[in-house]
């Protein structure tokens, strides 16, 4: 059992940078896979980053990949991910989530492989 903390969202300015948190509470986060959502208004809840359990394999959704990374600090129950050059529709609340099943390489990039969720924390970027 795990319970998951965002943190680290605001606003920015284009171009800008931010770096979400994510915090585990419980003592298996390093068996979890993780990963980070995001939802804007109007639109369905997607896909931004994953890592493994190891840290190992990470995935990343079309849409970001160069501008952000996704990191784990297992030592603190920690995962971070990293938001460069952000752009007005990087908008939304992002969310953190935990997979507690899968295989120690496998870094899960569908809704429904997720099992733990966080509450979400909201990113806005001013053009």
């Known amino acids: 059992q795990v319970q998951l903390v965002e943190s680290g969202g605001g606003l920015v300015q284009a171009g800008g940078s931010l770096r979400l948190s994510c915090a585990a509470s419980?003592?298996?986060?390093?068996?979890?896979?993780m990963g980070w959502f995001r939802q804007a208004p109007g639109k369905e809840r997607e896909f931004v980053a994953a890592?493994?359990?190891?840290?190992?394999?990470?995935a990343y959704a079309d849409s970001v990949k160069g501008r952000f990374t996704i990191s784990r600090d297992n030592t603190k129950n920690t995962v971070y991910l990293q938001m460069n050059s952000l752009k007005p529709e990087d908008t939304a609340v992002y969310y953190c989530?935990?997979?507690?099943?899968?295989?120690?390489?496998?870094?899960?990039?569908?809704?429904?492989?997720?099992?733990?969720w966080g509450q979400g924390t909201q990113v806005s970027v001013s053009s």
């Open positions: 890592i493994s359990w190891s840290g190992g394999s990470t």
């Open positions: 419980g003592r298996t986060f390093s068996s979890y896979a």
């Open positions: 989530a935990g997979n507690s099943y899968g295989s120690s390489w496998y870094a899960p990039n569908q809704l429904y492989e997720y099992d733990y």
